[in-house]
Nanobody, 127 residues
Framework: QVQLAESGGGLVQAGGSLRLSCAASGRTFRSSAMGWFRQAPGKEREFVACIRWGDGRTDYADFVKGRLTISGDNAKNTVYLQMDSLKPEDTAVYYC????????????????????WGQGIQVTVSS
């Protein structure tokens, strides 16, 4: 079993920054990819960003491009999400996800591409 632990959320004013971290533990071999999703009240969980460890390839949802940056340390099985120029509409619970079994780049933005999920962490952006 794999456990994912997010940290770094909180309350920030519009225009501010936060850095989320997610550490995976519980398995001896590393994940194929890790990602971030978010869910705002009354909305579906949506893809934010992902990173594939093999070649370092990353992808972002259109609404965050240029403002959020995903990075990580594969050796530590840790992924980060640097969030800059935050907007009130970025307010949501952010979830970390990890893929261990046959990650498909084609399906990278789908929840089904990931095998394990964190508990989620609240990010609130005030106007």
């Amino acid at each position: 079993q794999v456990q994912l632990a997010e940290s770094g959320g909180g309350l920030v004013q519009a225009g501010g920054s936060l850095r989320l971290s997610c550490a995976a533990s519980g398995r001896t071999f590393r994940s194929s990819a890790m990602g971030w999703f978010r869910q705002a009240p009354g909305k579906e969980r949506e893809f934010v960003a992902c990173i594939r460890w093999g070649d370092g390839r990353t992808d972002y949802a259109d609404f965050v491009k240029g403002r959020l940056t995903i990075s990580g340390d594969n050796a530590k099985n840790t992924v980060y999400l640097q969030m800059d120029s935050l907007k009130p509409e970025d307010t949501a619970v952010y979830y970390c996800a990890a893929s261990y079994n046959g990650f498909s780049w084609y399906s990278r933005s789908r929840k089904e591409a990931y095998d394990y999920w964190g508990q989620g962490i609240q990010v609130t952006v005030s106007s």
